[in-house]
């Protein structure tokens, strides 16, 4: 017969599974979730990025490779948020409890961003650069804007 400690042991083993592991799916291990979305965001910034120089002029406009940065931007868009899993808000982040607590409000930011980066992929596809300009700027708004509430300041 086991132990009353054993059983204790035993259901806070389950309880600490059900809790931990389980909650972080699809990802093994909670740094599995932040490494992911760093990458992701990391990606999508080096990519959203090379657009700068040219909206600036300091760089050569070249329809196909801002339609690249920009297509490949908005792929990457679509990831990062599935790392945003419960008890992840430690370890090597900068993600503020915020996203957890006010998660409704964190969504429509991921929203958003998502929107304003899927309307750059469009226009980079039409090859207007001044619509381009005018839609980095608007995208970038919307990068700001999460960052602002959403994520510690260095
Ligand atoms: C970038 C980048 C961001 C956003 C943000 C806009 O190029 O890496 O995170 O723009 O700085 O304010």
């Not at 409704?104 to 650069?129: D, H």
Request: glycine share 8%; aromatic share 8%; proline share 3%.
């Amino acid at each position: 017969m086991k132990s009353f400690s054993q059983l204790v042991v035993g259901l806070l083993l389950a309880f600490g599974i059900a809790a931990g592991v389980q909650a972080q799916a699809p990802f093994k291990k909670a740094e599995d979730a932040i490494k992911y979305r760093k990458s992701a965001l990391f990606v999508m910034a080096q990519h959203f990025g090379r657009i700068a120089p040219v909206v600036k002029g300091e760089k050569p406009y070249d329809k196909d490779e801002v339609a690249m940065n920009a297509a490949i931007a908005e792929q990457m868009s679509k990831l990062p948020f599935a790392g945003f899993v419960a008890g992840t808000d430690t370890g090597d982040t900068d993600a503020k409890p915020e996203i957890w607590t006010d998660a409704a409000k964190f969504k429509s930011a991921e929203e958003k961003m998502q929107q304003e980066m899927s309307k750059l992929a469009e226009v980079a596809k039409g090859g207007n650069l001044d619509a381009i300009k005018a839609q980095f700027g608007a995208t970038g708004k919307a990068c700001k804007a999460c960052h602002d509430d959403f994520r510690k300041k260095k």
